[in-house]
């Protein structure tokens, strides 16, 4: 890398991280690095080119390709998969000749699995594609740090998975040297499973590009979209109990949880910012039209929540809530571990939690109370013939789990290697291996054609759960094209995809926005003491430390500290993107 690049990323890795979406300035495109040889190349068209290293693509068909299918035209080849098959199997295996090692760069922590090359999903990829991964993992906690600490340093991975944001965007991390321009790649046709996604799908395409057209990054692509994933949830065996119907108004909340009162004191968790809570949930404030951070009504107009006559009133009811014992006075401090005590013991009739929780609050939670039942709850509606616009918002182009390829892989000549390792990963082929795992070793396919985890840690284990042990033998995130319905979920998954599914999220602003460099950067340097003040004062109004006859100051507060520039800036991104 240039000395010039080395000094203002060395200057970068000390500014606050932004976790800002993908930019639209940078570097030019250029031209394109020669193929590295030993890579096979599929085609891009339906008819089958020779490869560059000379070998014939497989013809098309079923079992054609090394034992797996290559196809380069729709073609259900199997109609279990018909609920969302692409059909595009384009990658001609094994993608290299002689085994390769890449570097990749992703935060993990999990109890079930410390190697991910001990994942029976990267094993298998390993033997189709002759390509190894080399995992590097941050230390947990210093995910930032690790991560500005080897772009300062020039010690770069191949790639980064699921990064902070850059200084400036993805855009400017291009423009500097450290992450590469894909589009190049796409036009060369080396990615033909993505351009069958893109030319296929308008939306895909749409948010898989930035405001100028370039594609910077590889996404978790949700073919089936992954619809709401979490939101509020009630005891239904007390409501049986209470003799109340599931609350649909404001005036029904009332009444259900003043009445779980006398049975529990505080019966009410919800968690502000976390990711299980009001950050992407929207719990209770969406009912008001606010939010944590930025929404844009009527699909067009950013406003941030925070500020707006809704939050105000969403405010008024937690400090009501909170000053007649229905709120759980901790909710501030509260880890995950003490909400998912708090709920298995008693002490809550309605909270906050992933869909994913529901396993093991359903095994758990009967040893406390045999009657224990958990049932999902649509957001409360506040008027009469109200829409809600505002719950967790069903994305099919993520905006985590994205895979930037940087320079190093230039560096080395592996670019071609990557980039058709990773579109492999969105062929049906790779994708279902990510989604379910090795076929017959994860699972299998009754003759019903439903899905049975067959993977032998989880079968023979009766108090294995499922959402514990999956990292071993399937993927949950990564850069891939993702069937989310390759779980083994319990009704009461299905019953909250319906139910919170069933209220709308069109105000929510898109994952795949893009700002400018120079936009990323002031934003980045107005938000910085805002969400710390938002924070802090959503808290104090809660809790009563400060009275609401203050929140015009605090909006005025909010106002001199550049709200109104942010949100000039969100605009001008959102209005690119609905102009792209």
């Given amino acids: 890398m240039r000395l010039k690049q080395i000094i203002v990323l060395c200057i970068a890795a000390l500014l606050l991280v932004s976790f800002a979406a993908c930019g639209n300035s940078g570097g030019s495109e250029g031209s394109a690095p020669p193929s590295s040889g030993s890579t096979s ?11 560059g290293d000379g070998r014939q693509t497989p013809a098309e068909g079923k079992d054609t ?17 018909d609920k969302y098959l692409n059909g595009i199997n384009a990658t001609i295996l094994p993608i290299v000749d002689e085994p390769v090692e890449i570097i990749v760069w992703v935060p993990w922590s999990s109890t079930a699995l410390v190697d991910l090359n001990d994942s029976e999903v990267f094993k298998e990829m390993e033997r189709r594609t002759n390509v190894r991964i080399k995992w590097m993992h941050p230390p947990e906690g210093q995910m930032a740090d ?35 321009d894909l ?54 065996d007390w409501l049986d109990e209470l003799g109340l119907s599931t609350p649909v108004t404001i005036d029904d909340w009332d009444t259900m949880l003043y009445a779980m009162k006398a049975k529990t004191p505080n019966p009410l968790f919800i968690n502000l910012p976390d990711w299980f809570g009001m950050y992407y949930s929207y719990v209770i404030a969406g009912s008001y039209e606010s939010h944590w951070d930025y929404f844009r009504r ?45 709920t298995i013991n008693g002490q809550y009739g309605a909270f906050s939690n992933y869909y994913g929780a529901v396993g093991h609050l359903n095994m758990a939670g009967p040893l406390a109370d045999p009657n224990f ?61 990510a ?47 993702r069937d989310s319905t390759a779980y083994d979920n319990e009704q009461e998954v299905w019953d909250s995809i319906e139910v919170w599914g069933s209220q709308g999220a069109d105000w929510v602003i898109p994952d795949s926005i893009s700002h400018t460099p120079e936009e990323a950067s002031e934003l980045a340097g107005i938000e910085a003491d805002i969400s710390t003040y938002r924070e ?39 209005d690119r993107y609905l102009s792209r």
Avoid at 41 to 51: C, D, L
Avoid at 74 to 80: E, G, I, N, P
Avoid at 150 to 178: E, T
Avoid at 315 to 334: C, E, H, S, V
């Fill in 183 to 236: 589009t190049p790649y796409y036009d060369m046709g080396w990615m033909p499973n993505i351009t069958y996604l893109r030319e296929n799908n308008p939306d895909i395409n749409l948010d898989m590009i930035d405001d100028d057209g370039r594609m910077l990054m590889f996404p978790m692509l949700d073919i089936v979209t992954s619809s709401p994933w979490s939101g509020m949830w009630v005891r239904q």
């Fill in 373 to 433: 039942k958990v049932a999902p709850v649509a957001q409360p509606l506040i008027r009469d013939g109200q829409t809600i616009n505002l719950r967790l918002y069903d994305s099919t182009v993520r905006g985590s789990d994205q895979s930037y390829v940087t320079a190093k892989a230039e560096d080395d000549g592996l670019v071609e290697v990557i980039v058709r390792y990773f579109d492999y990963l969105y062929s049906q082929d790779g994708g279902d291996l």
């Fill in 435 to 481: 989604s379910y795992g090795p076929e017959g070793v994860s699972f299998r396919w009754t003759d019903e054609g439903v899905i049975e985890w067959i993977y032998p840690d989880l079968v023979n284990d009766p108090e294995a759960d499922f959402w514990t042990l999956f990292p071993r033998f399937k993927l949950h995130g990564f850069s891939y094209l």
């Fill in 298 to 342: 009527n699909g067009t107009t950013v406003e941030f929540g925070p500020i707006n006559e809704g939050w105000r009133q969403f405010l008024t009811k937690m400090n009501q809530w909170y000053n007649d014992g229905i709120l759980d006075p901790d909710f501030a401090t509260r880890t995950y571990d003490d909400v998912m005590a708090n």
């Fill in 41 to 51: 190349s599929g085609s891009g068209g339906a008819s089958g080119n020779a490869g």
């Fill in 536 to 574: 802090e004062m959503a808290y104090r109004f809660i809790t009563g430390q400060s009275p609401l006859s203050e929140f015009d100051a605090y909006v005025a507060q909010m106002r001199s500290m550049g709200i109104d520039r942010a949100i000039e800036i969100k605009q001008a991104a959102l």
């Fill in 65 to 81: 390709n090394n034992g797996r299918p290559y196809n380069l035209t729709k073609v259900a080849y199997d109609t279990r998969q």
């Fill in 146 to 180: 690790n991560y500005n600490l080897l772009i300062a340093s020039d010690n770069l991975p191949h790639v980064f998975n699921n990064p902070p944001g850059y200084p400036g965007g993805p855009a400017k991390a291009v423009s500097d040297g450290v992450y590469l």
